[in-house]
């Protein structure tokens, strides 16, 4: 497997040096297949491009993903385990750690009852997002090419690096790209088309209190945990992630 884990902390984009290593990879497998305009820039964004095979106009459309994972958890030394025929029950994955994939808490997994799964042994991330959607992509553009009776307009394809951290977008060339509509790869269910998403905007704030001695700390005190506080219970308690279905 391949690390491309991203970091938050980092300045430089894409933001871990790890990242090339699927990027240059990614390059070579599109040339490969017979893509053209096979481009990767000083930021690791790759784009290319399946040319239209129609006599006639046609909007261009784009297909995209990114190929880091999130910097939550671990996506080194994956172990992927197969699944076939799953059954609807719990999915024991580390059983030295008790770790357990259950429909009880995930029942999303009931839509897959008797089809193969893949995960991992539950001590990393599996890089499934959104190395799943580079593998749609670069699938669909390899099928259109072998199958050129089925018609097409020109259709251009780019992976990112740093989507994880929020910077996915920041030097996305959208002009180079040049098409009238995009589609990410980077949903869940098969068949959902998502046409918004939840706001990933975040703030930083360093909340300075004032330390004096217990015995005397009566009015001159400031405990900045009681303030953080404070400034959470401002906040509408029922716009979060647990409680949303943005």
Same mark, same amino acid.
């Given at each position: 497997?391949?690390?491309?884990?991203?970091?938050?902390?980092?300045?430089?984009?894409?933001?871990?040096?790890?990242?090339?290593?699927?990027?240059?990879?990614?390059?070579?497998?599109?040339?490969?297949?017979?893509?053209?305009?096979?481009?990767?820039?000083?930021?690791?964004?790759?784009?290319?491009?399946?040319?239209?095979?129609?006599?006639?106009?046609?909007?261009?459309?784009?297909?995209?993903?990114?190929?880091?994972?999130?910097?939550?958890?671990?996506?080194?030394?994956?172990?992927?385990?197969?699944?076939?025929?799953? &059954? +609807?029950?719990? /999915?024991?994955?580390? !059983?030295? $750690? %008790?770790?357990?994939?259950?429909?009880?808490?995930? @029942?999303?997994?009931?839509?897959?009852?008797?089809?193969?799964?893949?995960?991992?042994?539950?001590?990393?991330?599996?890089?499934?997002?959104?190395?799943?959607?580079?593998?749609?992509?670069?699938?669909?553009?390899?099928?259109?090419?072998?199958?050129?009776?089925?018609?097409?307009?020109?259709?251009?394809?780019?992976?990112?690096?740093?989507?994880?951290?929020?910077?996915?977008?920041?030097?996305?060339?959208?002009?180079?790209?040049?098409?009238?509509?995009?589609?990410?790869? &980077? +949903?869940?269910? /098969?068949?959902?088309? !998502?046409? $918004? %998403?939840?706001?990933?905007?975040?703030?930083?704030? @360093?909340?300075?209190?004032?330390?004096?001695?217990?015995?005397?700390?009566?009015?001159?005190?400031?405990?900045?945990?009681?303030?953080?506080?404070?400034?959470?219970?401002?906040?509408?308690?029922?716009?979060?992630?647990?409680?949303?279905?943005?």
């Amino acid at each position: 497997t391949i690390d491309t884990e991203s970091d938050p902390t980092s300045e430089t984009t894409p933001s871990t040096e790890k990242q090339w290593d699927l990027a240059n990879l990614l390059v070579d497998e599109l040339k490969r297949i017979g893509l053209s305009d096979v481009t990767i820039d000083e930021n690791a964004y790759i784009m290319a491009t399946l040319p239209s095979n129609v006599d006639h106009e046609v909007p261009v459309i784009g297909f995209v993903s990114h190929f880091d994972t999130s910097s939550d958890f671990t996506g080194a030394n994956v172990k992927p385990q197969i699944v076939p025929n799953y &059954d +609807g029950k719990d /999915i024991v994955l580390n !059983e030295a $750690e %008790n770790i357990v994939l259950s429909p009880d808490y995930f @029942d999303d997994l009931l839509q897959y009852k008797g089809q193969t799964l893949i995960t991992t042994d539950g001590t990393t991330l599996l890089g499934a997002d959104d190395k799943a959607g580079i593998c749609e992509i670069v699938s669909a553009m390899e099928y259109l090419i072998n199958h050129p009776e089925i018609k097409h307009g020109k259709i251009r394809i780019g992976f990112t690096p740093d989507e994880e951290i929020g910077r996915g977008a920041h030097k996305f060339d959208v002009e180079k790209f040049g098409a009238e509509w995009a589609y990410t790869m &980077d +949903g869940s269910q /098969i068949g959902e088309l !998502e046409y $918004e %998403n939840f706001n990933a905007a975040g703030a930083k704030i @360093d909340i300075k209190g004032k330390i004096v001695h217990p015995g005397y700390a009566k009015g001159k005190m400031i405990n900045s945990i009681l303030i953080a506080n404070e400034i959470i219970n401002s906040l509408p308690s029922h716009e979060i992630p647990q409680e949303t279905t943005g």
